[in-house]
């Protein structure tokens, strides 16, 4: 899911989807063309970066309005943390640029003119106008007592606002190790507001869009490029640099096509190991003495999978075992061997150790959302977000609203606050949002991210209703997005997922509590209808329709003798 201008171009041209089958034997690009489909000879785009195709591509085609999804080397030699690049926005992670790289598929590009065709038009556009309206509203009435990233819609506006206090402060820097709290100073923060200015050239929407969340980012070095989100801090944190350097090397790696949190996060494991020994001069032949110089020196090495890049290249899960003499010890930031953010907190949180847990989006802001991530400081400020609070589901308002206003409280925190069946309700209701989203295509940062979002469980159903026809209320979206993630946690356990996959790093919080930790994965595995290995029982499967993800998971023998 990446914003952007592909899909609604997508649309134009005829088209909900492509789904890509089989592997070229040479390196190739699809081209869509209004209703029409080729594929087109990519050999003079090998090596080529993933910004400069989509230009190359829109000139041999003499189409400038066309729009363009690519890869980069790292797709090409498939880099593990591959990303696909668009030119406003990218989609990162889980490595699927490396799947596009393996088809031998540089780009998709797409140019489409025609109509769409809208079920009910003048119901879906009264819809529309009242969703525009909300999000003015909220865009005029910011949220008080949060982040101010988080205080209005949209992606976190990280390309509006330069008060990086809360992550840098929050964050873990280097490979994940130390929290720096003294970090923001008033000299930090006038160095880093003058930084910003003079990056960020001007701020940019997605197709249609009234927000804006994208950055045109500036560089004396570099061509100009899109940031949004945490980009600019990824780097920064992972070299204990400073701001302008995460600028300078987001805008390259970008053009590699890499996951801006998996790649820094792999060179400050790399340079750990040499610190400690582990990796020497000997696997960093030429490497800079400078830690900025390391990062670049690191970073080609991997997309081009040269000498210890091509151990790197494969994460820091597959990389600490590849190299071993101890490095398992420094993969202390991974979850189901996927690279996390680089957060180490306090106390356990019930709420997030379950969406760690258990979620299989391998990022928690494709888990977390509409509610703050820290209690509100005041009652007053309590009081006055539930007031308006209409985007709780059905049949929730009072408890969920009961949550909001207690949290914080001297006996209303964690780890023991709130009750578990109450964690379980909440956490199942901030990731469905984000399988709705991933069914319907829409903008997290105008849905399941975002606090008090224009669209929620109440109006989507007429949206899409109104869109395309489909008789669709509130009990029927939940149960698609129930299917949705159903289905893909199926494959993931045809896959060998279990249990033992399913837990946060070691040192994710100082204070761990095993026993209660145990009891919370219990009761939400019986929650979501699944085994105590978190398998869909038989009957969850029925339930859903699922009939032949039982057949399957039986002729695999995946259910121990006695499952129900």
Not at 73 to 94: C, D, M, P, Q, T
Not at 239 to 260: N, T
Request: with cysteine; hydrophobic share 35%.
């Amino acid at each position: 899911m990446m914003g952007g201008f592909f899909a609604p171009e997508l649309k134009h041209a005829g088209y909900d989807k492509v789904i890509i089958r089989g592997r070229s034997p040479n390196l190739v690009y699809l081209w869509i063309n209004d209703g029409k489909v080729e594929i087109r000879d990519a050999s003079h785009l090998q090596g080529k970066g993933a910004l400069e195709t989509a230009e190359l591509i829109k000139q041999e085609l003499k189409k400038p309005k066309a729009q363009v999804v690519s890869i980069g080397l790292a797709g090409e030699n498939r880099v593990y943390f591959a990303s696909i690049e668009h030119g406003k926005s990218s989609a990162s992670r889980g490595g699927i640029g490396a799947v596009m790289g393996d088809k031998n598929l540089k780009a998709i590009a797409v140019r489409g003119t025609l109509d769409i065709n809208i079920a009910r038009p003048a119901e879906f556009m009264e819809l529309c106008h009242a969703v525009l309206k909300h999000i003015q509203y909220r865009l005029n009435n910011p949220i008080k007592g949060v982040m101010p990233i988080h205080a209005t819609l949209g992606a976190p506006q990280e390309m509006a606002i330069s008060d990086e206090q809360w992550h840098t402060t929050n964050f873990a820097w280097g490979n994940a190790r130390v929290r720096r709290k003294d970090f923001w100073t008033k000299e930090t923060r006038k160095r880093w507001e003058k930084t910003q200015r003079e990056a960020v050239e001007r701020l940019i929407s997605c197709y249609n869009c009234p927000l804006k969340c994208g950055g045109i980012i500036i560089h004396p070095k570099l061509k100009r490029y899109m940031m949004k989100c945490f980009s600019k801090l990824t780097y920064t944190i992972a070299a204990f640099s400073d701001l302008d350097f995460g600028f300078k090397i987001a805008g390259l790696a970008q053009e590699y096509g890499v996951d801006g949190y998996s790649t820094p996060q792999v060179m400050a494991f790399a340079l750990e190991l040499y610190e400690a020994g582990i990796l020497t001069d000997k696997d960093m032949p030429g490497m800079p003495s400078d830690i900025e110089g390391r990062f670049f020196w690191l970073l080609d090495k991997i997309v081009r999978r040269e000498g210890i890049g091509d151990v790197l290249a494969n994460g820091v899960y597959w990389a600490a075992r590849q190299i071993g003499k101890g490095a398992e010890a420094y993969d202390h930031n991974t979850i189901k061997k996927q690279e996390q953010i680089p957060i180490k907190l306090g106390t356990l949180n019930p709420i997030y150790y379950l969406m760690w847990s258990t979620g299989e989006k391998i990022n928690i802001t494709q888990i977390e959302g509409q509610i703050p991530q820290a209690p509100l400081p005041t009652r007053e400020l309590r009081e006055e977000f539930v007031e308006d609070w209409v985007q709780v589901p059905t049949g929730k308002d009072e408890r969920f609203r009961r949550f909001i206003l207690e949290w914080g409280d001297e006996d209303k925190r964690p780890p023991f606050w709130p009750s578990i069946d109450l964690v379980c309700e909440l956490v199942e209701w901030q990731e469905m949002l984000h399988y709705i989203d991933d069914c319907t295509g829409i903008c997290t940062g105008l849905s399941s991210f975002a606090y008090k979002p224009p669209y929620h469980i109440h109006n989507l159903p007429p949206v899409i209703s109104a869109a395309t026809g489909i008789d669709l209320d509130e009990a029927g979206l939940w149960q698609i997005a129930k299917r949705n993630r159903t289905l893909i946690r199926a494959i993931n356990v045809r896959r060998g997922l279990r249990r033992k996959d399913e837990r946060p790093p070691e040192d994710h919080w100082r204070k761990r509590f095993p026993g209660f930790e145990a009891k919370l994965q219990d009761e939400y595995y019986k929650f979501k209808g699944w085994n105590k290995e978190g398998i869909p029982h038989k009957e969850t499967l029925r339930e859903l329709g699922f009939d032949y993800v039982r057949e399957d998971f039986e002729q695999r023998g995946i259910y121990q003798s006695g499952e129900n």
